[in-house]
């Protein structure tokens, strides 16, 4: 426990030497707050962010984490100061609270203004949120709605992402189709197009577009993360890497790109970059699973295997019930040759999950090292019958007499 602690320690004091406090570190601080509830924090650390310097974005963020408390007129305040720092960017926040004071004309004023600023929200966002309640049954929300306000193009987009989400890839690719017959130098076109063709694993078709569209647009998060994804899927983690990048220097707000990237410096074999990544995102969520795994595993690339033991205990604490979790670190012991200690976290992993083939053939090669053969061949057993044909060697060598 105390060797977790000094762990934990050390990530922090390493992260804040590496990254500092810039105006992006706090934003993703206190949206992690906000994320899990802690709206008082996230509160403190954007006051201390704006004693440092006025920024826009912490004031929506801070408006933000008191709406969510329940703070209306704190929050108010927060969005109006935001919108005389940088237009627009208030006035969804601003639109939910009087849709909840049940005030319709100044809701619809300032969603209206949102709809037509660089900050505006999906229509499936919008209408699946509870803050309009109070007033979607209202002859003016009613009215407002009549007048079109998204592209036609935008709606197919909508459609399209909304058939791929309920896994109707024939659908959304007629969508496309239609889309891209009707507006081909359309961007939302294209990339509604790229979306079909990365669900049809079309990936070099995803790449060539996603390339094209990134100059025209540049920093748009949706096309620059498709590429990314692309990039991975198509094996050239060296490309995914760069284009992570150009998303974190974009500042966009998404403390998982460091995981990404993280993922992208692992496949390539740059360790130390992506354990310096995963430490940051780990700083912000200390209780991420699959940021818990990935420094398990980097560190145990990197040659600590001490350390990436480490790591998997923690996500076993958090996660107890997550086979996963304990295969981990199971997998660290046995290449450790721990076999005791393989043994047993392969047989937790499998009282939560029995039908893991892999699990069952590593269980029974760590008990043959036990000399425990005849509940190795049980598992080797197992394993053959759940489809591992690598068991079959070992039942040859130790089972048949």
């Known amino acids: 426990m105390k060797r977790i602690v000094f762990i934990s320690v050390l990530l922090i004091s390493t992260v804040v030497y590496i990254f500092g406090q810039n105006s992006?570190?706090?934003?993703?601080?206190?949206?992690?707050?906000?994320?899990?509830?802690?709206?008082?924090?996230?509160?403190?650390?954007?006051?201390?962010?704006?004693?440092?310097?006025?920024?826009?974005?912490?004031?929506?963020?801070?408006?933000?984490?008191?709406?969510?408390?329940?703070?209306?007129?704190?929050?108010?305040?927060?969005?109006?100061?935001?919108?005389?720092?940088?237009?627009?960017?208030?006035?969804?926040?601003?639109?939910?609270?009087?849709?909840?004071?049940?005030?319709?004309?100044?809701?619809?004023?300032?969603?209206?203004?949102?709809?037509?600023?660089?900050?505006?929200?999906?229509?499936?966002?919008?209408?699946?949120?509870?803050?309009?309640?109070?007033?979607?049954?209202?002859?003016?929300?009613?009215?407002?709605?009549?007048?079109?306000?998204?592209?036609?193009?935008?709606?197919?987009?909508?459609?399209?992402?909304?058939?791929?989400?309920?896994?109707?890839?024939?659908?959304?690719?007629?969508?496309?189709?239609?889309?891209?017959?009707?507006?081909?130098?359309?961007?939302?076109?294209?990339?509604?197009?790229?979306?079909?063709?990365?669900?049809?694993?079309?990936?070099?078709?995803?790449?060539?577009?996603?390339?094209?569209?990134?100059?025209?647009?540049?920093?748009?998060?949706?096309?620059?993360?498709?590429?990314?994804?692309?990039?991975?899927?198509?094996?050239?983690?060296?490309?995914?890497?760069?284009?992570?990048?150009?998303m974190i220097d974009s500042e966009i707000l998404d403390a998982k790109l460091y995981l990404r990237r993280a993922e992208c410096y692992y496949r390539t074999g740059e360790y130390n970059k992506s354990m310096k990544d995963i430490e940051y995102f780990l700083d912000i969520y200390p209780s991420s699973r699959e940021g818990l795994k990935m420094a398990g595993h980097t560190a145990v690339a990197m040659g600590d295997n001490l350390k990436g033991i480490s790591f998997f205990s923690r996500n076993i604490e958090l996660n107890p019930n997550d086979p996963e979790c304990f295969t981990d670190r199971a997998n660290s012991f046995f290449s450790a040759k721990s076999w005791a200690l393989a043994e047993k976290d392969y047989g937790m992993a499998l009282d939560l999950k029995p039908d893991l083939p892999d699990v069952w053939l590593n269980k029974g090669i760590a008990l043959v090292n036990l000399a425990r053969t005849e509940d190795a061949c049980f598992d080797f057993r197992r394993a053959y019958e759940l489809g591992n044909k690598q068991a079959s060697s070992w039942i040859g060598r130790y089972c048949i007499h």
């Open 24 to 246: 992006v570190d706090y934003l993703l601080r206190a949206k992690a707050c906000i994320e899990s509830g802690k709206y008082d924090e996230a509160v403190k650390v954007l006051t201390a962010a704006l004693s440092a310097g006025t920024d826009g974005r912490y004031l929506v963020m801070r408006g933000d984490a008191f709406y969510a408390s329940g703070k209306f007129n704190e929050a108010e305040n927060d969005y109006l100061a935001a919108n005389a720092i940088i237009k627009g960017s208030g006035d969804y926040g601003l639109s939910r609270i009087y849709a909840l004071k049940g005030d319709v004309q100044n809701a619809l004023e300032h969603l209206n203004s949102n709809l037509n600023s660089d900050f505006r929200k999906k229509e499936k966002e919008i209408f699946l949120d509870t803050a309009f309640e109070k007033i979607e049954n209202t002859p003016e929300w009613r009215q407002f709605w009549k007048t079109e306000r998204y592209s036609i193009a935008g709606s197919k987009l909508q459609e399209v992402e909304y058939y791929l989400s309920a896994g109707k890839k024939n659908d959304a690719q007629q969508t496309a189709e239609e889309l891209l017959k009707e507006y081909p130098s359309e961007n939302v076109a294209i990339y509604a197009g790229a979306l079909v063709d990365f669900s049809f694993e079309r990936y070099k078709n995803v790449i060539s577009a996603m390339s094209k569209l990134v100059l025209t647009e540049k920093g748009n998060p949706d096309y620059l993360e498709l590429l990314a994804k692309s990039q991975m899927a198509a094996g050239n983690p060296a490309g995914a890497s760069i284009t992570y990048t150009k």
